[in-house]
């Protein structure tokens, strides 16, 4: 096997689109006087890339109070073991799609039922969530949630229920009703269960009534879906962000699916913390097919071209983390152990890490294995990925991927990625890595490996297998 040695490699088309993006930003501040205020309070909202668990991986439309009950006190105990002293970690706990579905593994949205209150608002179902029986709300969980210290996140799929809109319900706090608002032209293409909103008064109402509600129940976290591509609609994300302000909660508001365009950035970073860069993250490694779902390989893409835009407030999202136990019922696939190599799980772990991507858990916690759990309780890693600093994919040539870190407080990182079929050897100088050091030491991250002081790092790796250091600079 030959030693690899690389040189700086950027795609003409990357440079282009930041070059596109940064002028896009520019204008956009140029013509927003209150973009700088926005901007810092989006950094107070969500300083650090978002951390926690998402329940669609393992549990799909069908997960349980009790269910989710015994996840979050799971991620409570992965945020202490964790978090490094002063370094945030896993807090946010997410229910997706279908807490308001009846019979949540119907074949059809209407055979799913889903339950609204007097103002079509999603409500919560008693049978399948007990604490919400008297209340008709989530603000019992909120508050379980609360109680271990974590915050609170739900689902939400834009537009209106179309049960709400065959009856034109009132809209909670305005003289409209569903039928001023509802475009019955206007639906996801994936999924049925509502219709599109008009970009009105009564669009707006109706988004201020939702928020308003769910903030009251103590949410913290919305992740509204069909939203950010497949469908873009950008007047939605407006108006969502809006009824946020206007609710006086504090709600980090999560865009999804993606791939959101990357001449966007400016308007979506406009109006919320997190958004999806990629279409659904799956276990496979994935190609350049473009097929669905998304691997690991796409990710790498991804998010060297986000990465430039990362920054407090403002968060590309590569998607939850599909590793360990995927049961019982999937939102994608059958019930499994996850698909990936253990040498996968750690170089997703390492990307998402390094790229500074949110980190949301996508397995059962409760099923959480050894390995599984030694990974994402790496304190480093995950202080890397919460740290302040720039990150920058540094390095490509054939199958190697390099990033680089260097954060506050003169920490620097090295990772280093075989994204092929066959071993790599890798042999890399800190001046092609971007420093002047003629030498420097390192601490490999996940089994605390030490070198002395050496002119280049050099390792081999397996097919889909990373490394990833810690650099001791002269």
């Known amino acids: 096997m030959p030693a690899i040695t690389v040189a700086m490699f950027r795609k003409p088309l990357v440079a282009l689109s930041l070059l596109l993006g940064a002028g896009f930003m520019l204008l956009a501040h ?112 909120a508050a379980y949630t609360h109680s271990l210290g974590l915050k609170f996140g739900i689902h939400l799929l834009r537009g209106i229920p179309r049960e709400a809109v065959t009856h034109n319900l009132p809209i909670a706090d305005s003289s409209f009703h569903a039928q001023d608002t509802a475009d019955t032209a206007d639906a996801c293409p994936w999924d049925e269960t509502n219709w599109g909103l008009k970009d009105n008064a009564a669009g707006q109402a109706y988004y201020d009534s939702e928020v308003k509600l769910y903030g009251s129940w103590g949410v913290d976290f919305l992740k509204v879906d069909c939203i950010a591509d497949h469908t873009y609609k950008p007047a939605d994300i407006r108006m969502l962000a809006e009824a946020i302000r206007k609710s006086g909660y504090k709600i980090v508001l999560s865009l999804s699916p993606g791939p959101t365009k990357l001449h966007l950035q400016p308007y979506v970073s406009q109006y919320a913390q997190m958004w999806r860069i990629a279409d659904d993250h799956w276990d496979l490694w994935g190609d350049n097919s473009g097929k669905f779902p998304n691997g690991i390989y796409q990710a790498f893409d991804m998010l060297a071209y986000w990465e430039p835009y990362a920054h407090p407030g403002s968060w590309p999202d590569a998607d939850m983390l599909p590793i360990g136990d995927l049961t019982p019922s999937p939102g994608y696939g059958n019930p499994r152990q996850t698909r990936f190599s253990h040498d996968e799980v750690k170089t997703e772990f390492a990307l998402w890490s390094i790229a500074r991507s949110p980190i949301i858990l996508g397995n059962n916690l409760t099923k959480l294995d050894d390995f599984t759990r030694a990974v994402i309780t790496n304190k480093e890693l995950v202080a890397l990925n919460q740290s302040d600093g720039q990150s920058r994919e540094r390095l490509r040539a054939g199958e190697l991927r390099c990033w680089t870190a260097d954060r506050v407080g003169g920490r620097h990182y090295v990772a280093v990625f075989n994204v092929g079929e066959k071993p790599l050897m890798v042999s890399l100088t800190w001046q092609q890595l971007g420093y002047d050091w003629k030498q420097a030491a390192t601490t490999e991250l996940w089994d605390g490996t030490k070198s002395r002081p050496m002119p280049r790092i050099e390792v081999t790796l397996a097919p889909h297998a990373s490394e990833i250091y810690r650099v001791q600079a002269p």
């Open 30 to 141: 140029a013509a927003n006087p209150t973009a700088a205020s926005v901007a810092r309070q989006f950094a107070e909202l969500a300083p650090t890339p978002p951390m926690g668990w998402n329940s669609w991986d393992a549990y799909g439309w069908s997960i349980t109070e009790q269910e989710y009950e015994d996840n979050a006190r799971v991620l409570a105990e992965l945020r202490d073991a964790s978090a490094a002293k002063g370094t945030p970690s896993y807090q946010y706990a997410v229910i997706d799609e279908g807490w308001y579905f009846h019979n949540p593994r119907a074949a059809t949205a209407a055979g799913r039922d889903a339950l609204l209150d007097a103002y079509g608002r999603l409500i919560p179902v008693p049978t399948r969530f007990p604490s919400t029986a008297k209340t008709q709300s989530l603000a019992p969980l």
